[in-house]
């Protein structure tokens, strides 16, 4: 493509600039650094160097999803998997008060005590299937994980506060979620409010191309109330009825693979990252790498702050181990041994350099591809 600069080539190739801008100009090609090579003169000099050259978008270059989605289609041992749910919706239309409320509802007595920190992800049990759920948008992650492909989401409920209506954020919430292609369930919240309008907000979801159900649509609308707990064992049934029909498969015994949701540096504990599992049993000792970040892992700490030892697909945890906080939204992955950790991790960061190096957000030469 035309937006491969002669520098980014020679540094692709590692050769120097002034040998690629001689063999340009003996072709009667007079560019300098900045200037961009088309196709037809990335296909000479890959002659001339004797390279061999690979055009890929650097979201493909570390396509995970993709990647996951064939391992996950082609395994025989694949089996059902819970769904992983993100919340989203306006600002103050009571996201987190619902899943406190679910969380509140479905923990067994004895684990909720004392529980008043903010949690962005758990799993919770419904008649004996369990659900995750994650907390959005605002979060960075969600946008981080859509960036990099790997966009653990396969449900999206969308909230509206019954007494405030369709508001900018649910649109772009809606638009989000066309993009994604992910089914859609409506939380109708605030219903204990007396200026509910549940009809009118159905109104308003309609004529953005969100049609309830029982208006004809195919978008199932759940009045709920955060606040007094009601609808929620509705929303859940809800929620399962429709990860039924997705089929949601995984390996309990592949290799581990897991999404970064959010990444802090802890006192104590150092760099920590909360993931879901999406394919495989991400385990206490695991090597594992996670974008240019690396490490064995020491601790999974789960949602109730108790240490567990294995992780299985769409669970969540807090892993203690790495050597550095990893980006939201990047991928852990279980490796064979610590060397190769440490290897796949350097490759990475010379990748992220290189992209860095190419001020590229759409395209760059890449000859790293095979190292996957
Ligand atoms: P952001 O994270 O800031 O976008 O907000 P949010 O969507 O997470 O909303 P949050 O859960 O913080 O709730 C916002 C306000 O609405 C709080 O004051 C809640 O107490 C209130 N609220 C949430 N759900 C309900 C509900 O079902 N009924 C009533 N009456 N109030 C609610
Ligand atoms: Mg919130």
Redesign the pocket.
């Known amino acids: 493509p035309e937006d491969i600069r002669v520098y980014e080539f020679a540094e692709a190739i590692k050769r120097p600039m002034s040998e690629v801008i001689k063999v340009l100009f003996d072709l009667g090609l007079m560019m300098t650094k900045n200037d961009f090579l088309g196709n037809d003169e990335i296909e000479i000099l890959s002659e001339e160097f004797d390279v061999e050259v690979t055009i890929v978008d650097p979201k493909d270059a570390f396509n995970y999803e993709e990647d996951l989605a064939q391992d996950i289609e082609k395994d025989p041992d694949a089996t059902k998997r819970p769904p992983v749910i993100t919340i989203m919706?306006?600002?103050?239309?009571?996201?987190?008060?619902?899943l406190d409320a679910i969380r509140k509802a479905k923990v067994s007595e004895g684990e909720a005590g004392g529980i008043t920190q903010h949690i962005g992800a758990y799993t919770v049990q419904q008649n004996g299937e369990a659900i995750t759920f994650l907390d959005t948008p605002?979060h960075a992650a969600f946008s981080h994980m859509r960036q990099r492909g790997t966009d653990v989401t396969d449900i999206i409920v969308i909230?509206v506060a019954a007494d405030d209506g369709v508001k900018p954020q649910t649109l772009e919430v809606i638009k989000i979620a066309k993009e994604s292609g992910a089914p859609v369930i409506v939380a109708l919240?605030?219903?204990?409010?007396e200026t509910a309008q549940p009809d009118m907000v159905k109104g308003q979801m309609a004529e953005h191309g969100i049609s309830p159900v029982d208006w004809g649509g195919d978008v199932e609308f759940i009045p709920?109330?955060?606040?007094?707990g009601m609808g929620i064992d509705d929303l859940l049934e809800n929620i399962l009825i429709t990860a039924e029909v997705l089929e949601l498969r995984a390996n309990e015994n592949a290799m581990a693979k897991a999404t970064v949701v959010e990444s802090s540096l802890e006192k104590g504990r150092g760099p920590v990252a909360t993931v879901i599992v999406q394919n495989g049993t991400l385990k206490v000792g695991d090597y594992v790498v996670c974008g240019s970040s690396y490490g064995r892992i020491k601790a999974l700490i789960d949602e109730n702050n108790k240490q567990i030892k294995s992780l299985l697909p769409s669970y969540t945890a807090v892993v203690v181990g790495l050597n550095e906080v990893p980006a939201s939204g990047e991928v852990m992955m279980a490796m064979e041994s610590d060397k190769e950790a440490k290897e796949y991790a350097q490759k990475r960061h010379e990748y992220d350099r290189h992209i860095e190096l190419s001020h590229s957000t759409k395209s760059t030469l890449e000859d790293m591809t095979s190292m996957i």
């Open positions: 919706g306006h600002v103050d239309h009571g996201k987190t008060s619902l605002g909230v919240n605030k219903m204990d409010k709920v109330s955060a606040k007094s």
